[in-house]
């Protein structure tokens, strides 16, 4: 009987576990109002690469040998800092990461939270729908936030934060995931960063430009010569 009774009870300890879980897991990506990050320790972002044509730049920061630890805000997560430019909105999020989570820490618990520095968090990525643990990789082309409702993210001073946190924590002050490998795409538009080094494609375009100014030119000194003969 009493086997029967604690084999009971720790069901229900599993069953409402998992129920606010499940409660917790949010869609891949979602607007909300998260906290700022005073009191966070923040660290310059890693850039693999950064392109921008049409005005748009999109911007690819690593992620690889990071980490969630705790619920967003807590002082033990890690919050990356990217500069884009003065005046510049974050239009777009895409990802291509792979995760390995803690414990019983569940996959689609690790998550991003994106905002402007000194400002609440204003948008949720979290790249995996599985709810247990394991390892994962996860991959999605630039999603437009306009398209899902979801307000472009202003930066005035031009620097957007990063954080990597838990939307469950299995245990405070520890650990519940390792970000092994990847990186978040980040498109950006607006004031500061459209104006930043041409890409191959646009100093051909201009090149282009500059061979048909020069031939309409010559042509035009070539005729006047010949008139004046």
């Known amino acids: 009987m009493k086997k029967t009774l604690i084999f009971a009870t720790c069901l229900a300890v599993a069953s409402t576990v998992a129920a606010q879980k499940n409660a917790t897991a949010p869609p891949t990506l ?7 990050h005073t009191g966070q320790t923040i660290v310059p ?10 005005g748009s730049t999109e ?7 990071e980490q969630s630890w705790d619920l967003q805000g807590d002082p033990s997560n890690t919050v990356l800092s990217l500069d884009i430019g003065a005046g510049e909105a974050v239009t777009g999020l895409g990802w291509d990461v792979s995760c390995t989570t803690v414990g019983g820490s569940w996959l689609n618990e690790a998550q991003f939270a994106f905002g402007p520095n000194g400002g609440a968090v204003e948008v949720f990525l979290t790249p995996s729908p599985t709810g247990g643990p394991g390892t994962e990789s996860n991959s999605s082309p ?33 650990v519940d995931a390792d970000w092994t ?22 100093w051909g375009l201009m090149i282009l430009t500059a061979l048909l100014f020069g031939g309409v030119v010559w042509r035009s000194v070539s005729r006047k010569t010949a008139t004046a003969s």
Not at 30 to 36: H, I, L, M, V, Y
Not at 45 to 54: E, K, N, P, R
Not at 59 to 65: E, M, P
Not at 148 to 162: F, K, N
């Open 45 to 54: 972002a890693t850039v693999i690469s950064s392109s921008t044509f049409d």
């Open 59 to 65: 911007t690819v920061v690593s992620v690889a040998g």
């Open 181 to 202: 490998a990847g990186g978040v795409t980040i498109q950006h538009t607006g004031g500061g960063g459209g104006g930043g080094v041409p890409t191959v494609s646009q």
């Open 142 to 174: 630039v999603l437009i936030l306009a398209d899902l409702g979801i307000p472009d993210i202003v930066c005035p001073d031009g620097t957007l934060l990063i954080e990597l946190d838990e939307t469950f924590d299995d245990a405070a002050d520890a």
């Open 30 to 36: 979602a607007s909300g109002s998260g906290t700022d």
